[in-house]
Each structure stands twice: as C-alpha cells, then as structure tokens.
T-cell receptor, first 115, second 113 residues
Framework: AQSVTQLGSHVSVSEGALVLLRCNYS??????LFWYVQYPNQGLQLLLK??????LVKGINGFEAEFKKSETSFHLTKPSAHMSDAAEYFC?????????????FGQGTRLTINP | EADIYQTPRYLVIGTGKKITLECSQTMGHDKMYWYQQDPGMELHLIHY???????EKGDLSSESTVSRIRTEHFPLTLESARPSHTSQYLCASSEFGDGETQYFGPGTRLLVL
C-alpha cells in the first residue's frame, strides 16, 4: 500500500519568501498525486493534481508542484508567500487498497507566514 | 467548483445522544467518503460508498454507521455519542475517472460532553 510522508509538520516563512512544502510517496508505478489546502474551520480545497503528462503542475493561488519519479517526490512551491497562504497543507496519493481506489493522505504541514 | 454540503457545521451534544451528520452533493458523483480529522490534522477514512446501497468501512475503525439510499446523500449516524467521538468529520465525493479527485465539504465539528 502507498504511504505519503510530508517532511515538517510546521513550516514558517516570511512574507514574500519562497514557500517549499515537501512530499514523498512510496510507489512502484506512477500514481495520481494531489495537494490540498485547509483553512481554519473549513474542509479541504484542491490546490493542484498530477495525473499524467507534464510533470510541472500549476495550481490555484500561485502554487505549483513538480512530479519527480526518480525521487518519488511531489514538492509544493510558491515563489512569494502571502499572509493569506497561512493554512494546513495536505499531500495525497491515490492507491488501490483491497480492490478500492482511495486517497492516502500525508499527516499535513502547517504553514505560518511571518510579517 | 465543488458543491458538497454538510450540516450542521458545529454540534455540541451530551453523552448518549443519537446524532446524524448530513452530507449532500449536487455533482452526481457516485463515490462518497467520510473522514475523521483529529486535532493534530491527520485525516482518517472511516466510511466510503461507491454508489446507492453500497457502503464500506474505511481504514479507521468507527462506531458510526452510514447509509446511501440516494446518490446525492450520505449521512453518518452515531447511535450513542461519547466524548471520544469529539472530532471534525469531513465528507467528500468523487467520480470514477477524473484522477480520483475528491471534493470536500466544509466539515462538521462535533463536541460530545
């Protein structure tokens, strides 16, 4: 079964600085990969996803992620952090478990933006 | 934009009460899911459904039950609430294909006293 590891449960950056949230997965075949964002007291919102094709995926709010098969990674980046980016971020990978297609989530990374 | 709704958004209830958390989606998705989210953020799948009259238990054991009588509706029921059920419950839906993208509702935050 797939597993997802998000390096760093808390990441803090200054406003205007680069945001880098790390995600590694375990897979022997190319998976579907996702990043979701969760703002306080809300559900998860899809930021971006990789299914097939171009390995650099652009999402909403200026975020992008690159699928690197050789590194089994799908790190999320944004060139310049904004205060409104403060939220929880979840990486997920699709997997077939006991015949059912499911999403396996990482444990989440809390992003804090310092003024 | 996903159209998936959960009610109530917040619920405070006493031990032993029966509760039903509602989840509805207007996208015609066949698949629906319930997750329990701990204060530490990690999501645990507790139930899922692949269509009408289909329900399956998820990865995390739960005392709750679900039903899927209509495509758009996937309620979760706790027959006798306990403080250990205090958590946030998130509902999601997806359609076959579409890279298995799940769309989430806003969640229900449950507090059992």
């Amino acid at each position: 079964a797939q597993s997802v590891t998000q390096l760093g449960s808390h990441v803090s950056v200054s406003e205007g600085a680069l945001v880098l949230l790390r995600c590694n997965y375990s897979s022997s075949v190319p998976p579907y990969l996702f990043w979701y964002v969760q703002y306080p007291n809300q559900g998860l919102q899809l930021l971006l996803k990789y299914t097939t094709g171009a390995t650099l995926v652009k999402g909403i709010n200026g975020f992008e992620a690159e699928f690197k098969k050789s590194e089994t990674s799908f790190h999320l980046t944004k060139p310049s952090a904004h205060m409104s980016d403060a939220a929880e971020y979840f990486c997920a990978v699709s997997d077939r478990i006991q015949g059912a297609q499911k999403l396996v989530f990482g444990q989440g990374t809390r992003l804090t933006i310092n003024p | 934009e996903a159209d998936i709704y959960q009610t109530p958004r917040y619920l405070v209830i006493g031990t032993g009460k029966k509760i039903t958390l509602e989840c509805s989606q207007t996208m015609g998705h066949d698949k629906m899911y319930w997750y329990q989210q701990d204060p530490g953020m990690e999501l645990h799948l507790i139930h899922y459904s692949y269509g009408v009259n289909s329900t399956e238990k998820g990865d995390l054991s739960s005392e709750s039950t679900v039903s899927r009588i209509r495509t758009e509706h996937f309620p979760l029921t706790l027959e006798s609430a306990r403080p250990s059920h205090t958590s946030q419950y998130l509902c999601a839906s997806s359609e076959f294909g579409d890279g298995e993208t799940q769309y989430f509702g806003p969640g229900t935050r449950l507090l059992v006293l």
